[in-house]
């Protein structure tokens, strides 16, 4: 009860300061099953993609988050395993026998939708930092799961890095089409097109 | 309310009914199907009722009313230019300082008529401390450039934008407590102008008056609605403190730097590559989009209200 008031709230608050507009340019908002994966310039970012989706598909959408960063605190794990329903990945990969992909594989093998962020980390330049590999082993385990970029503009002006206040500037989110593993492809080629296929959504932007 | 302020929105109400009915008709006879232009205009039609509604709905609250109604007016406009206009990091300060401090603060001196204030609060004190926040981060690059983007849209979005309201400031012999028609006056005025211009060049338009900045702007446009909008605004003059000829007048000003507006904001939409400002209103852009005529006809109107009549 608590948690959905929250997201409500948060969700409300983050389309009420930036107009969170969402183009659907090569895809169309269904409760198909996805994996959505997006530019990362800002802590923001998951929240924004996940409130321009429509209420339906939000229940069933879970980002993917660092637990190095979302398990700090009582306020940050009560945020993300409650209110967010995010899946926590280990980025250090404290056990060298587990697999950090596994948290993934579970949800997708449970039915839901993910939010990733194939760079990694935080990105403070323009354009786009190399792909993690996690997103093509996802991609080559679940085939019948789309997988679709989604660029979002101009929310790292919205919150800088290392600022408190956000301003109130104008986001748009373009998710473009589902990109679709090839039989023969090999894991750098895939990436190197996943990553085409969001810069390109970059510029049709406006 | 008084006679005079129902009485004009009665009248616009029907004005709003019969371009409904046209449109209607128009995309009636069109038959089913998309229409692009006739879409567009019952779009446009559909979004003219509902700013219509809120600004009488603002004019039920009186000066207060006004002042917030046109706050927020300048932070949509100004959340539009900024989104547009590339700024850096560095910059951050400065953008905070205009969301947060200059648009409140200049709302706050018009709501309490603080002439003395208001008038140079901007053009003066943001212009000089804009770029002191910039400079702060010690980010050279294209720093002319950047400072100067933020104080236009301060000037364009805020500035210009309350001078509307600013004309509830003004104490005018003989027409006390009517400001607010006053304000009606010059947004009907400029809005028509563009309606007519709109319309005339939709009907008669041959040559592209700046083919290189507005291609659907014409000549036949320009003219037909300025001198139609002109007329409309003489015959208003029963609802401001002018003369026929004197409102007449006014109305020709407005209308001129309104088209002039267009042009400028025009021109920066396309160094920008975009075709509107924003998206918030159905069928005409964004807010700028519909203001950037007003913008330009505001403070000139103002401050030449004041001079003669204040």
């Known amino acids: 009860m608590l948690a959905s008031l929250i997201a409500f709230f948060i969700t409300s608050a983050a389309r009420l300061l930036t107009g969170a507009r969402a183009l659907w340019l090569g895809s169309t908002a269904q409760a198909v099953q996805r994996i959505y994966y997006a530019n990362h310039s800002s802590h923001g970012d998951f929240v924004l993609l996940w409130a321009s989706l429509p209420a339906e598909l939000r ?4 980002p993917v988050a660092g637990s190095d ?3 700090k605190g009582a306020l940050r794990s009560f945020l993300i395993q409650r209110v967010f329903n995010g899946v926590l990945v280990d980025r250090q990969r404290s056990e060298p026998s587990s697999n950090p992909l596994q948290a993934m594989l579970d949800a997708l093998e449970q039915g839901d939708s993910l939010i990733v962020f194939p760079e990694g980390t935080r990105n403070m330049e323009d354009g786009l930092l190399p792909f993690k590999s996690g997103l093509y082993h996802m991609a080559k385990a679940r085939p019948d799961v789309e997988v679709i970029p989604v660029w979002i503009a101009n929310l790292n002006r919205v919150m800088p890095k290392g600022r408190a206040l956000p301003l109130p500037l104008l986001c748009t989110l373009s998710f473009g089409a589902p990109l679709g593993l090839d039989e023969e492809e090999g894991k750098d080629a895939f990436l190197e097109r996943a990553r085409n296929a969001l810069l390109a959504l970059a510029l049709e932007e406006v | 309310m008084d006679r005079n302020t129902l009485l004009l929105f009665a009248g616009i109400g029907g004005l709003l009914l019969l371009a409904s009915l046209i449109g209607w008709l128009l995309k009636y006879r069109a038959g089913p199907g998309p229409q692009p232009v006739i879409d567009n205009l019952n779009a446009r039609i559909n979004a003219w009722w509902v700013m219509v509604l809120v600004i009488g709905f603002a004019f039920l609250f009186g000066y207060t009313g006004v002042v917030v109604l046109f706050y927020c007016v300048s932070f949509y406009a100004l959340r539009e230019f900024m989104t547009l206009t590339p700024t850096r990091r560095s ?26 204030l208001f008038a140079i ?3 003066v004190y943001l212009f000089l401390l804009l770029p002191i926040l910039s400079s702060l981060g010690g980010d050279t690059t294209r720093f002319l450039e950047r400072t100067s983007k933020v104080q236009w849209g301060l000037m364009i979005a805020v500035y210009c934008i309350s001078s509307v309201p600013a004309l509830l400031t003004l104490e005018i012999a003989g027409y006390e407590g009517r400001n607010l028609l006053l304000i009606a006056w010059l947004v009907i005025v400029v809005q028509i102008s563009d309606v007519l211009q709109y319309v005339c060049g939709k009907l008669a338009g041959k ?8 291609p659907s702007k014409t000549v036949e446009g320009f003219f037909g609605g300025v001198a139609l909008a002109t007329l409309i605004g003489a015959s208003l003059y029963w609802i401001t403190p002018f003369a026929f000829w004197q409102a007449g007048l006014f109305a020709l000003l ?12 025009s021109a920066i939409k396309r160094d920008r590559g975009v075709k509107d400002w924003g998206h918030m209103i159905e069928g005409h852009g964004g807010m700028l989009d519909r203001l950037d005529s007003v913008c330009f006809a505001a403070p000139v109107f103002f401050h030449m209200v004041r001079y003669w009549w204040g």
């Open chain 1, 59 to 62: 229940k069933r959408t879970r």
């Open chain 1, 69 to 71: 960063y979302w398990m």
């Open chain 2, 91 to 116: 910059d951050y300060p400065a953008l905070v300082a205009a969301f947060y401090f200059a648009l409140p603060m200049q709302y706050l001196l018009i709501g309490i008529g603080w002439y003395g």
């Open chain 2, 121 to 123: 609060f901007i053009p």
């Open chain 2, 207 to 214: 040559h592209k008056i700046a083919p290189k900045l507005s």
């Open chain 2, 254 to 265: 407005v209308c001129l730097l309104g088209f002039a507006g267009g042009l400028v904001m």
